[in-house]
């Protein structure tokens, strides 16, 4: 499984197709965890929703970071927009778990926070706070604007959350299982959501996710992580139309086939 | 019928406390005549009385500053050494046995050597309160710091902030609520040290006004001025309450 994928990610690696992010041969090691993964290759292209599969613990997330440009890794690199990427880029943005808001702004401070930031690209004050209130009501918040992150609801502020990434106008999203925190009912209001202003925002999404389901439903393009240390082990396209709820025949077959790929895989 | 009486009870408790009182200092003015002097009655008497004076305002006025006084100097040394305190594990750890022990001495036992080595007046009086004020908040802003939420800073960090964005938009307000919370927890210690500190030394305030009426026989006046502690006390932690929440805006 993993041999194919390796001469793919070497083919991509020299590759022509224009991609929002490109990583070759990156590895990473932890001073007394050792190394957490190692000889991963990976693009995103533009407007693309990959996801990241992989058990809790399999150096995901840590490869997001490094991905994100928050980490450097320990050989490899990454190339955003195609130039090397040494810190994190001004068109990237981040979606966490929890959502993190900052509880002493109010709702579209905390969406704006860090807009007029010295290393961000300079912007007039009109055209931030468009910004701002394009993307609270993408989220469905408008009217909630000088709401404290208190007095959200757990969804309503990972909706907050989300608006805060999209009013960087992100060529790339980099979200970081950000609804395994919310309940069934509004995780899947999330999942909507998400595919829906990443359409309209043009950006691409590299979600990190434990979650079978919510990669099935959400990405382009799977890649299931897993072993000690970490490495992708296998790639799917994902080609069922959305909604993908009205195909359950196609779903269950990619569902059994990744479920597959994990037992053999013994990852 | 419940959502009606519920904000009757703590007006309730308080007229049950005075109805104790009243009982209490009846009983014990059979045994001791001079008990009548500290039943309610009276007190309200003297309250009203030192309330329409300007003594009593002056008393409280000096007290207040003294509180505020200490309160500064307790907050000019316990932030730094809070954050230093949450951000270094090696400082954490030479000075946390040294914080905790200095922590448990009570103020007051500081008291005689402070007025030998400060001299009579107000200076051993702003010594002793913040010396008590100052443990709250090292420990409430060191604990502020160890909470920061890690992706409050992996945020400021994507944003490529510079530590001056950091440090004031983020770790500053970050740690607010704690030292908020350690405030409230200093102002309730400052309070309760105030009274036996300027009761050595000061020649006014509201521990000198105890002494005062004590030496003069007055119990109703003392009484009086034990109600104006209490209540000078619930404000202030009232105010320190309402500062925290409207921080958080829970």
């Not at chain 1, 997001?64 to 190339?79: D, F, H, I, K, W």
């Not at chain 1, 490495?231 to 709820?245: G, Y």
């Not at chain 2, 329409?52 to 309160?71: I, K, M, T, Y």
């Not at chain 2, 402070?114 to 409430?140: K, Q, R, S, T």
């Given at each position: 499984?993993?041999?194919?994928?390796?001469?793919?990610?070497?083919?991509?690696?020299?590759?022509?197709?224009?991609?929002?992010?490109?990583?070759?041969?990156?590895?990473?090691?932890?001073?007394?965890?050792?190394?957490?993964?190692?000889?991963?290759?990976?693009?995103?292209?533009?407007?693309?929703?990959?996801a990241l599969l992989g058990s809790?613990?399999?150096?995901k997330?840590?490869?997001?970071?490094?991905?994100?440009?928050?980490?450097?890794?320990?050989?490899?690199?990454?190339?955003?927009?195609?130039?090397?990427?040494?810190?994190?880029?001004?068109?990237?943005?981040?979606?966490?778990?929890?959502?993190?808001?900052?509880?002493?702004?109010?709702?579209?401070?905390?969406?704006?926070?860090?807009?007029?930031?010295?290393?961000?690209?300079?912007?007039?004050?009109?055209?931030?706070?468009?910004?701002?209130?394009?993307?609270?009501?993408?989220?469905?918040?408008?009217?909630?604007?000088?709401?404290?992150?208190?007095?959200?609801?757990?969804?309503?502020?990972?909706?907050?959350?989300?608006?805060?990434?999209?009013?960087?106008?992100?060529?790339?999203?980099?979200?970081?299982?950000?609804?395994?925190?919310?309940?069934?009912?509004?995780?899947?209001?999330?999942?909507?959501?998400?595919?829906?202003?990443?359409?309209?925002?043009?950006?691409?999404?590299?979600?990190v996710t434990h979650d079978i389901?919510e990669a099935?439903?959400?990405a382009?393009?799977i890649l299931l992580m897993g072993?000690?240390?970490?490495?992708?082990?296998?790639?799917?396209?994902?080609?069922?139309?959305?909604?993908?709820?009205?195909?359950?025949?196609?779903?269950?077959?990619?569902?059994?086939?990744i479920?597959?790929?994990?037992?053999?895989?013994?990852? | 019928?419940?959502?009606?009486?519920?904000?009757?009870?703590?007006?309730?408790?308080?007229?049950?406390?005075?109805?104790?009182?009243?009982?209490?200092?009846?009983?014990?003015?059979?045994?001791?005549?001079?008990?009548?002097?500290?039943?309610?009655?009276?007190?309200?008497?003297?309250?009203?009385?030192?309330?329409?004076?300007?003594?009593?305002?002056?008393?409280?006025?000096?007290?207040?500053?003294?509180?505020?006084?200490?309160?500064?100097?307790?907050?000019?040394?316990?932030?730094?050494?809070?954050?230093?305190?949450?951000?270094?594990?090696?400082?954490?750890?030479?000075?946390?046995?040294?914080?905790?022990?200095?922590?448990?001495?009570?103020?007051?036992?500081?008291?005689?050597?402070?007025?030998?080595?400060?001299?009579?007046?107000?200076?051993?009086?702003?010594?002793?309160?913040?010396?008590?004020?100052?443990?709250?908040?090292?420990?409430?802003?060191?604990?502020?710091?160890?909470?920061?939420?890690?992706?409050?800073?992996?945020?400021?960090?994507?944003?490529?902030?510079?530590?001056?964005?950091?440090?004031?938009?983020?770790?500053?307000?970050?740690?607010?609520?704690?030292?908020?919370?350690?405030?409230?927890?200093?102002?309730?210690?400052?309070?309760?040290?105030?009274?036996?500190?300027?009761?050595?030394?000061?020649?006014?305030?509201?521990?000198?006004?105890?002494?005062?009426?004590?030496?003069?026989?007055?119990?109703?006046?003392?009484?009086?001025?034990?109600?104006?502690?209490?209540?000078?006390?619930?404000?202030?932690?009232?105010?320190?309450?309402?500062?925290?929440?409207?921080?958080?805006?829970?």
């Open positions: 499984m993993n041999r194919p994928l390796a001469e793919a990610a070497v083919i991509r690696c020299a590759g022509q197709t224009p991609a929002v992010l490109e990583a070759c041969g990156l590895s990473y090691a932890h001073a007394g965890i050792g190394t957490i993964f190692e000889g991963v290759s990976l693009a995103v292209r533009r407007r693309e929703i990959v809790s613990g399999c150096g997330s840590t490869l997001l970071r490094v991905l994100a440009g928050l980490e450097q890794p320990a050989t490899g690199s990454v190339s955003f927009l195609g130039e090397p990427l040494a810190s994190p880029h001004p068109r990237s943005a981040l979606v966490f778990q929890q959502p993190s808001l900052l509880p002493w702004l109010k709702l579209a401070d905390n969406v704006g926070f860090g807009l007029d930031f010295a290393h961000q690209p300079r912007a007039g004050k009109e055209a931030l706070q468009g910004r701002v209130a394009a993307a609270i009501e993408a989220v469905g918040l408008k009217g909630r604007e000088a709401a404290y992150p208190a007095q959200l609801s757990g969804g309503m502020a990972q909706r907050a959350a989300l608006a805060r990434a999209l009013a960087r106008e992100p060529e790339l999203l980099f979200a970081d299982e950000p609804f395994s925190a919310l309940d069934a009912i509004t995780r899947a209001e999330m999942q909507d959501l998400l595919v829906d202003v990443v359409h309209r925002w043009h950006s691409a999404v590299l979600l389901d099935i439903l959400v382009d393009r072993g000690r240390p970490g490495h992708l082990a296998q790639e799917w396209t994902v080609d069922i139309p959305r909604p993908r709820e009205d195909h359950p025949e196609a779903v269950t077959a990619l569902r059994l086939s479920l597959g790929a994990l037992r053999h895989a013994s990852l | 019928m419940a959502g009606i009486l519920l904000p009757l009870l703590p007006l309730a408790g308080l007229l049950a406390a005075a109805l104790l009182w009243a009982a209490g200092a009846g009983w014990l003015g059979a045994v001791t005549p001079v008990a009548a002097s500290f039943s309610p009655g009276p007190t309200v008497d003297a309250l009203l009385q030192l309330l329409q004076g300007r003594d009593l305002w002056e008393h409280v006025a000096l007290s207040l500053q003294r509180v505020a006084v200490g309160l500064v100097i307790a907050l000019l040394l316990g932030i730094p050494l809070g954050v230093l305190t949450g951000l270094s594990p090696l400082f954490s750890r030479t000075t946390t046995p040294l914080f905790q022990f200095a922590r448990m001495i009570s103020p007051l036992s500081w008291m005689p050597i402070a007025v030998m080595v400060l001299g009579v007046g107000d200076a051993p009086v702003y010594f002793l309160l913040a010396f008590a004020a100052v443990w709250p908040i090292l420990l409430n802003t060191a604990a502020g710091v160890a909470q920061l939420d890690p992706n409050w800073l992996l945020l400021a960090r994507s944003l490529s902030a510079t530590r001056r964005e950091t440090l004031l938009r983020v770790i500053l307000p970050g740690i607010t609520a704690h030292i908020l919370t350690g405030v409230r927890l200093a102002i309730g210690i400052i309070w309760i040290v105030l009274v036996p500190a300027e009761m050595l030394g000061v020649s006014a305030g509201l521990g000198y006004f105890i002494l005062d009426a004590r030496d003069r026989l007055a119990y109703s006046d003392l009484m009086a001025a034990i109600l104006v502690i209490g209540f000078l006390g619930y404000l202030l932690d009232h105010a320190a309450r309402s500062l925290h929440r409207r921080w958080l805006h829970a």
